[in-house]
Nanobody, 124 residues
Framework: QVQVVESGGGLVQAGGSLRLSCVASGLTFADYTMGWFRQAPGKERDGIVC????????VYADSVRGRITISRDNAKNTVYLQMNSLKLEDTAMYFC?????????????????WGQGTQVTVSS
């Protein structure tokens, strides 16, 4: 049974940093492209960034470009999202998802397995 579990969210002041983690189990992690998505209150879930099995990545959200770093440790079945210079508008539920492909995508429908999300709240 595949499980995807995010952690690392929380309350942070504007300008601060957070590192989100996502552990995927029950699958061959190195076969999967991993993506981070977020959903702000009242808005649709949008793709932020994805990382291919061997580490190359694509950023989809212009609003976070230059402020985020995605990485993965295939030995630990874990993908990380480092977020810096956080802004109020980064407040959202952040989701991790897995796609059995070597191709990146920012589309929800391209991902098979999803976590429950971790809340990030940025305060002024």
């Amino acid at each position: 049974q595949v499980q995807v579990v995010e952690s690392g969210g929380g309350l942070v002041q504007a300008g601060g940093s957070l590192r989100l983690s996502c552990v995927a189990s029950g699958l061959t992690f190195a076969d999967y492209t991993m993506g981070w998505f977020r959903q702000a209150p009242g808005k649709e879930r949008d793709g932020i960034v994805c990382i291919r099995p061997f580490g190359t990545n694509v950023v989809y959200a212009d609003s976070v470009r230059g402020r985020i770093t995605i990485s993965r440790d295939n030995a630990k079945n874990t993908v990380y999202l480092q977020m810096n210079s956080l802004k109020l508008e980064d407040t959202a539920m952040y989701f991790c998802a897995a796609r059995r492909s070597v191709g990146c995508s920012g589309q929800e429908s391209d991902f098979t397995y999803w976590g429950q999300g971790t809340q990030v709240t940025v305060s002024s």
